[in-house]
C-alpha cells in the first residue's frame, strides 16, 4: 500500500459545531474544475507568465439510496490515544499542500514520499486536458509562510503526469477522479528544502471514519489577490457524514473541457465502516469551492483520507466529495503508476 506524507499548516481553532438533520434522497454536486482569468503573477523562484482560464462545470444531480447520515450537533473529541495536534504539526501539513498548474487549469495536491521520491496526488479532472493536449508535465508550486503566516504559492517544481492513459481510462469508465504526478528534483532544492521537498508523513485513514473531524487543505479560487485568485492556502473543517461506492459514470458535455465531456460518479451512499469505499462525503459549513485535489486530513485519527474533487449541497448544507486512496482499486493504480 502506498504510504503518504504531510507537511505545513497553521493553527486552526476549533471549528463551530456542526448540525447537520436532514435526510435526502438526492445530492447536487459540483465538481470543482475552477476558472479563473486573471495575470499569472510572477512567482519567487521561477516566473510563468501564463494567464489562468480555468472552468467549472454546473452543478449536477447525484442519487442516491442511502440517506446522508445524521451528524451530532456535537463535535467529538479527538481519538483519546492520539495527543492534540500541534501548531507546528499542522503547518508541517500545509507545506506539503501544493498548488498544481497544468496550462490554464489550476488545482491543489498534496504531497507523499514513496522511498526517496516525491509524489503530488491530485484530482484526475485537473489533468486531463493537459493528458489530452500530449503534455507530459505541470508545475508543482510549493508554498512558503509569510511575515504575516500565511501560507502563499512560492516554489515552482516541474512535476510529470504518471500513467496518463490509464489516469484518463480511471476517470472516464470508473469515475476514480485521482491522478499521480512525479515531483522532479532541481538543483535549487538543497538551497529552499535542506531537509528535502516536504511531504505528508501520515498514512492513510482507516476504513471506518464516520463522524470524524475533518479538514479539507488547498488553495480554494476565492482565496488570494485579484492577482494571484487560489494563490492562498485555506483550512475548511468538516465531519465525516458517510460513504458511497460508484453505482456508474455519467458522461456530461462539458465546453469547457477540450475533449468536451466531464465525468460524474453516480453515488450509491453506504453507512457501511467494514470495508473501505471509493468516496468519503463530508458535511463543512464552509465551500469547498475551487479546491480540486486538494488534502482532506482527518484530524480524529490523524490521517489522509481523501483527495477532494466535488463539492455538494442539500438545502444549503455544503457537502465536501472525495476519493479514497485506501480503497484498493485506487491503490493498485496508484502503485502501478509509481512503478512506471
Known sequence: MVALVVVGSFAVPDPEPIVLDISVSDITIEPIKEVITAPKPAPITKPKPVPVVVSKPPVIEIPTSTPIVEVPA???????????????????IMYAVVRIRC?????????????????ALTAAHVVVDRIAAKKETCD?????????GVFKEAYYRPGKILAP????????????DIAVLEILPIEEDA??????????????????????????????????????????????????????????????????????????????NTKDTTSYHPITISVSTNNFSGASGGLVFNISKQCVLGINTATGSVNNVIYGISM?????PIVDFLETAMSL
Open 191 to 268: 538551497r529552499v528544502f535542506p531537509d528535502g521537498q516536504p511531504f505528508v508523513n501520515y498514512a492513510f485513514c482507516p476504513a471506518n471514519t464516520l463522524q470524524d473531524d475533518t479538514l479539507l487543505i488547498g488553495y480554494p479560487i476565492n482565496a488570494g489577490t485579484t492577482a494571484t485568485p487560489g494563490g492562498v492556502i485555506s483550512k475548511f473543517p468538516g465531519v465525516v457524514a458517510q460513504y458511497s461506492d460508484i453505482d456508474g459514470v455519467e458522461a456530461r458535455a462539458e465546453a469547457q473541457f477540450s475533449g468536451g465531456f466531464a465525468y460524474y460518479p453516480i453515488l450509491k
Open 165 to 176: 492513459e490509464q489516469t484518463q481510462s480511471q476517470y472516464k469508465n470508473n469515475a476514480h
Open 140 to 148: 508543482i508550486i510549493f508554498p512558503r509562510k509569510d511575515d504575516f
Open 324 to 328: 479514497n486512496p485506501a480503497f484498493q
Open 103 to 119: 496550462g490554464g487549469t489550476y488545482g491543489s495536491g498534496a504531497v507523499i514520499r514513496v522511498e526517496d521520491k516525491r509524489y
Open 74 to 92: 456535537v463535535v467529538k473529541p479527538l481519538t483519546p490515544s492520539l495527543p492534540p495536534l500541534t501548531q507546528n504539526d499542522l503547518e508541517n
